[in-house]
């Protein structure tokens, strides 16, 4: 075993409560690029349509786009081996939450249970005049812009836009798994977007541990990474749970 790796799995060993911070990285082997970098959506789409304000007062135009970029993208990916690692490491104890920043749902598709979702998902709708939820099915979503059937009031997916906040419980409870940590696996997120960087800070400043896995260098490397796995996410957690199998 690589000795990266064996140290990996001592910390995960020694850990009583240990967690797991994800960011847009894990879902690129299931393509779903990320929004920056050269294949981002934001080389392609304006950041634009999904601010609030230019939302609604373009809710026809932003919801065109937002249909193509969440709905038939997102509709197709599944679950990859990095998804499938951490549920594995739910399910046998080692990992007693998850927060991701992701709004694709692919940890739950891979049976991860305990997941908080800080910027919401893209798997519900919501209304902004009565807040009804509803799930965005195919007929839904031809319907552009969507409208609610109760009040009529314009549906926006349920995950957070420009300008909007933190869902309040989400914000909690992350900030609890935080500071309740002795080891946070910090999985492909670049640490950029805030106030979601700054989980896996509070959970260092409170005594956890970081492990980080990601195929370049981030922002947390320097600065509170205890032991960096540079790799795949799916390769570099696939080798951790054998790791601990072995
Ligand atoms: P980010 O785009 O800022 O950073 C992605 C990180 O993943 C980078 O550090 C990159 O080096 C790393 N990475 C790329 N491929 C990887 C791989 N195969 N294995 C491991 N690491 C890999 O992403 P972020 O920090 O999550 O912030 C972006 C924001 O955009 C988040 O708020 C997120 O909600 C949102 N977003 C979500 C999705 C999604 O739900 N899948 C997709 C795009 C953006
Ligand atoms: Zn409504």
């Known amino acids: 075993m690589e000795e990266s790796i064996r140290k990996a799995v001592e910390l ?6 240990a967690t797991a911070f994800t960011g847009a ?3 690129v082997e299931s393509g779903i690029p990320t929004f920056r970098g050269d294949n981002g959506f934001w080389s392609r789409y304006d950041p634009m349509t999904l601010d609030i304000d230019y939302f609604k007062a373009n809710p026809l135009k932003s919801w065109k786009v937002i249909k193509e970029i969440f709905y038939d993208y997102f509709e197709y990916s599944k679950p990859n081996e990095a998804h499938i690692a951490l549920a594995e490491l739910e399910d046998r104890g080692f990992i007693k939450q998850l927060i991701t920043q992701n709004i694709d749902n692919l940890h739950q598709a891979a049976g991860s249970k305990k997941v908080v979702e800080f910027h919401g998902s893209s798997h519900k709708l919501v209304c902004l005049d009565c807040h009804k939820r509803i799930k965005p099915s ?4 031809n319907n552009l812009p969507v409208k609610c059937d109760s009040c009529g009031g314009l549906l926006k997916p349920d995950f957070i836009f420009f300008g909007e906040d933190i869902p309040r419980q989400a914000f909690l409870d992350s900030m609890e798994a935080a500071r309740k940590s002795d080891l946070m696996l910090v999985v492909g997120t670049s640490g950029e977007v805030v106030p979601a960087s700054q989980i896996p800070l509070l959970a260092k400043q409170t005594g956890a541990k970081i492990i980080e896995i990601n195929v370049q260098h981030t ?3 320097e600065e509170i990474t205890d032991l960096f796995l540079e790799g795949k996410a799916s390769e ?9 199998n072995a």
Do not use: F, M, N, P
């Open 236 to 244: 570099i957690l696939k080798k951790i749970v054998d790791g601990l």
């Open 219 to 221: 922002q947390y490397t």
């Open 25 to 27: 990285g894990i879902s």
């Open 138 to 141: 195919e007929t839904v979503l």
């Open 12 to 17: 995960i060993r020694a850990s009583k409560h």
